[in-house]
């Protein structure tokens, strides 16, 4: 038990000095800082761009969607309001062409 | 290590003020590198993996909620997630840089000196052959000099279940060392020698 107790204990001291804490290069410090900044200043467009199309892609989408049913909807009430004028007899009548005399042969 | 209100504070502002995520980043660089500089075993993939963790924590950190914990415990969970993600991806083959990991070229040293650095180079090659989470706690214990509370507060255990996973984990290598000294250290080989990772990950 002691001897298992001693090499734990040997163990654990060997870990100690093999696991140092590691110092970073300080050019490497500096550029990771320097590539947050550039990151935080347009995190949207740098980091996202995938999420970024997908949104216009889908706006865009929508706005068709918006302006074909706009257009089919005004169709529609074209068509309709054309009905009532034409059952309310306020819409043009066709009028019968006047008759023109044939000239004799 | 436990999460004080200046730093509540300071994760709150760095939400919509990049000036105090620098001073996050200033915090805690140090940290991670040596986190993952252990994890990783050589410089390049270290610097590469710190980079990825602090460019997720910036692009997350709306999302960020305090729990109570640390802010280095999220810090610690981005860098540990990246790692085996990188582990996974390149799960064929690793190149092990251990000379550089010992800190010191292997050249013409006294006899002691050489053996004490054999030992060093035979442990941390042992301990990169532990599970994942093993290794993450000798590293923060030893490297980052964390409680076994604190370590408990990043690995989301008790501190009593850290306390038995530690000494599991110092038997598991004292076994492993022995084996290796049986074995008449038959994996000895040149720097940078490509070794088949075990790929154990269980506790």
């Given at each position: ?105 | ?71 280095s415990a999220w810090l610690y969970r981005i860098a540990h997630n990246l790692v085996a993600n990188w582990h996974r991806d390149h799960s064929r083959q690793q190149v092990v840089g251990l000379d550089e990991a010992l800190g010191r070229e292997a050249g013409d040293q006294p006899h002691e000196l050489a053996e004490d650095e054999e030992e060093r180079r035979v442990l941390l090659r ?78």
């Open positions: 038990m002691k001897q298992i107790r001693y090499q734990e204990a040997r163990l654990a001291r060997l870990l100690q000095n093999s696991l140092a804490p590691r110092h970073p290069r300080p050019e490497f410090v500096h550029s990771l800082r320097e590539k947050l900044a550039h990151l935080t200043s347009m995190p949207v467009l740098i980091e996202q761009p995938r999420h970024l199309a997908r949104s216009v892609g889908l706006g865009i989408l929508g706005l068709i969607g918006v302006i074909a049913s706009a257009f089919a909807a005004a169709l529609v009430a074209l068509r309709f309001l054309g009905w009532v004028l034409k059952s309310l007899k306020l819409a043009p009548q066709d009028r019968p062409s006047p008759n023109v005399p044939q000239k004799p042969s | 290590m436990s999460v004080t209100s200046e730093e509540v504070r300071l994760i709150r502002r760095a939400k919509r003020d990049p000036q105090a995520f620098g001073e996050l980043y200033e915090r805690y660089v140090r940290k991670i590198y040596t986190y993952v500089y252990y994890r990783m075993g050589n410089e390049h993939d270290a610097e590469d993996l710190t980079a990825r963790v602090f460019q997720r924590a910036l692009t997350h950190i709306d999302g960020y909620q305090d729990q109570g914990l640390p802010f042992a301990l990169r052959h532990l599970p994942e989470e093993r290794q993450q706690l000798l590293i923060l214990k030893y490297a980052e000099d964390l409680s076994n509370a604190e370590i408990g507060e990043i690995m989301g255990r008790t501190e009593g279940a850290i306390k038995s996973l530690y000494h599991r984990t110092l038997l598991t290598l004292r076994d492993d060392l022995v084996e290796h000294v049986e074995k008449g250290h038959p994996q000895d080989g040149e720097h940078g020698r490509r070794v088949e990772p075990r790929g154990r990950r269980s506790s």
